[in-house]
């Protein structure tokens, strides 16, 4: 199973609402990602967790928070968002921050997030 | 800060013909790593090639090959005979070789069409 499997495919929220995007790959990885892409942009990084821990972040607002229940799950919280955070959402995954296959990341075909 | 600038937004290509993608990056790093990754219309994300920085031969896996020029910080990619599902974007990254941060950094894109 090669898959990171996302959903909702398309969520479509309200300024005032609390959703959740989740992301979920039995790959065995230990680095887990998320990525938010503007159409016709590159995606750009926002989070990445590695054994469960959050690594790194991207300095994103604190409407979205990232949770990782265990290694097999990523979770990414969004409570009042703004129009302009209209996006794809895509997860990734990988073996491990610095292990073999290091920077091959295995992705999700994304959420795709509309703010009202 | 490394930058990766990729000079063609948009491309295209007869289906069997050959086209050769540009990348050029900035970096004071020795060591790092350089990717292409392709997305498909509506499809996830999958990397194409990987090339180690302390390497000198180029990578290929099957019809896609790399020119890699260190001194002068390029790293094409060469797309032989073209199909019609080497339609997508075509994103270069690169990533430092450092343990502990996996962080690709994405080019703007490339949009390849190939044309039947």
């Known amino acids: 199973d090669t898959e990171v499997t996302q959903t909702p495919k398309h969520l479509v929220m309200g300024m005032t609402n609390k959703k959740s995007l989740k992301c979920e790959q039995h790959?065995?990885?230990?680095?887990m990602y998320w990525y938010k892409q503007k159409a016709k942009k590159p995606p750009e990084l926002m989070f990445v967790y590695s054994y469960e821990k959050l690594s790194i972040n991207e300095s994103v607002p604190s409407r979205f928070s990232p949770e990782c229940p265990n290694s097999s799950l990523l979770n990414l919280h969004l409570h009042a968002l703004q129009p302009e955070d209209s996006a794809l959402y895509l997860c990734?995954?990988?073996?491990?921050?610095?292990?073999?296959?290091?920077?091959?990341?295995?992705f999700g075909e994304g959420s795709r997030l509309t703010v009202l | 800060a490394q930058t990766v600038t990729q000079s063609q937004p948009e491309m295209s290509v007869q289906e069997a013909e050959t086209v050769t993608l540009s990348c050029t990056y900035d970096?004071?790093?020795?060591?790092?790593?350089l990717f292409w990754y392709k997305q498909p219309p509506s499809r996830q994300m999958i990397l194409v090639i990987r090339q180690e920085a302390y390497k000198q031969q180029n990578a290929t896996e099957n019809r896609f090959s790399v020119n890699f020029q260190k001194a002068a910080k390029s790293f094409s990619l060469k797309i032989s005979d073209s199909q019609l599902g080497d339609t997508a974007m075509y994103f270069c990254?690169?990533?430092?070789?450092?343990?502990?941060?996996?962080?690709?950094?994405f080019g703007k894109g490339t949009k390849l069409t190939v044309n039947p």
């Open positions: 990254a690169f990533m430092k070789h450092r343990g502990g941060s996996e962080k690709l950094v």
């Open positions: 970096t004071s790093e020795n060591n790092y790593y």
């Open positions: 990734a995954s990988s073996q491990g921050l610095g292990g073999a296959g290091l920077g091959e990341l295995f």
């Open positions: 790959m065995g990885h230990r680095a």
